[in-house]
C-alpha cells in the first residue's frame, strides 16, 4: 500500500511539473484565446490526474483487503 501511495505521490509530482512547464512555455508563445483554451485542456488533464489518483486508492485498499 504504501508502495503504491509513493506512486501516486510521485506521479502527481511529476504531472504537476510538466503541467507548470508545459503552461509557462505556451503563456509565452500565446494570445489569450489560446491560453484560455489551454486552460481548459489543463483542467480536464488534471481532472484525469484525480480520476488516476482515485483508481491507485482503490487499488491500494483492495490490496490491503487482500493481504
Not at 503563456?27 to 489518483?53: M, P, R, W, Y
Amino acid at each position: 500500500m504504501i508502495a503504491v501511495l509513493g506512486d501516486e505521490e510521485e506521479a502527481n509530482r511529476r504531472l504537476e511539473k510538466a503541467v507548470a512547464a508545459a503552461r509557462a512555455e505556451y503563456e509565452q508563445q500565446t494570445t489569450g484565446g489560446e491560453i484560455a483554451s489551454l486552460a481548459s485542456d489543463l483542467t480536464g488533464a488534471a481532472a484525469q490526474a484525480d480520476n488516476l489518483s482515485d483508481a491507485l486508492k482503490r487499488v491500494g485498499l483492495r490490496l490491503l483487503e487482500i493481504a
